[in-house]
């Protein structure tokens, strides 16, 4: 079985950075695309930022320029680098990752979620 763990999220202010990290563990052959997404009260959830497993990136518009993405695939875990924080980046923040599993075919996982609070 393979489970994807959050970490990282918290209360910060405006302008302030955090950095979010998820590690899928479990019997895992190897795990291809991952990525964050968020959802707000109210919102559909949304892709904030991938990354192949050959380190390729695409962020959503609204975070281009303050967030990276990047990961370490010995370690089965990407991080997410938010810098200049804002409010309107308020969410639960959700990995996710596409796994091939030791004992089975392709995988789509989720994590549970990490909540993302910005004051103002």
């Not at 964050?36 to 991938?50: I, N, S």
């Not at 969410?91 to 909540?115: I, K, S």
């Amino acid at each position: 079985q393979v489970q994807l763990v959050e970490s990282g999220g918290g209360l910060v202010q405006a302008g302030g950075s955090l950095r979010l990290s998820c590690v899928a563990s479990g019997s895992i052959f190897s795990v291809n695309a991952m990525g964050w997404y968020r959802q707000a009260p109210g919102k559909q959830r949304e892709l904030v930022a991938d990354i192949t497993s050959h380190g390729i990136s695409n962020y959503a518009d609204s975070v281009k320029g303050r967030f990276t993405i990047s990961r370490d695939n010995a370690k089965n875990t990407v991080y997410l680098q938010m810098n200049s924080l804002k409010p309107q980046d308020t969410a639960v923040y959700y990995c996710n990752a596409a796994v091939w599993p030791e004992d089975g075919g392709l995988l789509e996982v989720w994590g549970q979620g990490t909540l993302v609070t910005v004051s103002s």
